[in-house]
C-alpha cells in the first residue's frame, strides 16, 4: 500500500516497532519518546511495540514489551524473535492502524514490512543511525572499506523495501541520498520538550554532591560512552587544557562498551584524578543539575545524525564546542 498525502491526518493510529526503548538510554529511545509524546498531543494514537529489559523497565499505556533475548556481545541491548512480533498480526489488524513506523534497522524492520503486507498497511521508518561510520569500532577484523560498503548497500536494500522515509537531518537526507536511495525522505528532527528544562526537580547542588570544587571548570559530556562517540578525544584534550586551568574537570555521564577503554586512557595521560564517570545520570533531576552546573558542554562525535544532547545543552544556554 502507498503511503500518500491524501491519507487522514486527524486521529491517526499508528504502529511503532524498535528494538530499542527505555530502560535503554540512546538516542532513538529519545526520539521516540518525544515523536509519541507530540503525535498523542495533535489527536493521534501511538502504540509502541518494543522488547522487554530485565532491569529497569517501567510500564506504560502503548507499549507493547514482547519477550527478548540477550545479544551475545552487548551487554546493552535485546533482540526480539521475528516469529513473536509476527503471531501478533490477527490483535493488530483489529486495531485498524493506519501506518507502521518503523525506527531501527534490525528485527524491527524485517518484522515491520512483513507486517505491512499481511495488513495492508504502509510502513514508513525513521533513518536514526550513520551506520557507516561506526560499524568498524565493533567488527574490527575486516577492513573499514568493506564494512562501509556492506552498510551502505544494507542500507539502501532496507530503505527501497519501505514506503517513506524519515532523516532527522539533511546531512542524514544527502546521506542516503547519495547511497542511492530513491524512498522518499522527509527531514523531520527531534524536539525537546522544554518544560524538561526548569528547574531540576532534584536541589542538591551538583559541586557538593560529587565533591567538586567550587572554584573548579566543569566540562560536560552527555551521552553513551560508545567507541563511535570519540570520547577518547576529548580525555587527549583535557591534558593540554589541564596545562593552562589547572581546575578544571571532565565529567562523563553515561555508560556503555567503551567505559573501560576510556578508564584506562585517563590513566595513561595522567589525567585520571580531573575524570569524574557518573554513568546514567536520570532526566528528572540529576540530569538537569548537570547541565546546569557545567561550563563547557564538550562533544566529540562524528557519527550524529542530529545530536539531541547538543540541543539540550543549548536550551541550558551552555557553551558547547563541537569536534574540529
Known sequence: MAFTTAMPLEGMKVLMISDVYFPRVNGVSTSIASFRGALERLGHSVTLICPDYPVGQVDEPGVLRIPSRHVPGDPEDRMMRYGDLLALAPSLAGEAFDLIHVHTPFTAHYAGVALGRQLGLPVVATYHTLFEEYIHHYIRWLPRRWLRFAARRLSVHQCQQLDALVAPSRAMQQALTHYGVTTPITVIATGLALEAFCLPQDQR????????????????????????????????????????????????????????????????????????????????????????????????????????????????????????
Open 205 to 324: 547542588d551538583f559541586r557538593a554532591h560529587y565533591d567538586l570544587p567550587q572554584e573548579a571548570r566543569l566540562l560536560l559530556y552527555v551521552g553513551r560512552a560508545a567507541f563511535e562517540k570519540n570520547i577518547g578525544f576529548l580525555i587527549d584534550m583535557l591534558s593540554q587544557v589541564l596545562v593552562e586551568h589547572p581546575t578544571t574537570w571532565l565529567i562523563i555521564t553515561g555508560e556503555g562498551p567503551a567505559h573501560d577503554s576510556l578508564v584506562k586512557r585517563a590513566q595513561e595521560m595522567g589525567v585520571s584524578d580531573a575524570v569524574l564517570f557518573l554513568g546514567y545520570l536520570d532526566r528528572n533531576g540529576p540530569l538537569q543539575a548537570a547541565y546546569r552546573a557545567a561550563d563547557v558542554f564538550v562533544f566529540a562525535s562524528r557519527t550524529e545524525t542530529q545530536g539531541l544532547v547538543l540541543l539540550e545543552a543549548m536550551a541550558w544556554a551552555r557553551r558547547w564546542f563541537p569536534p574540529p
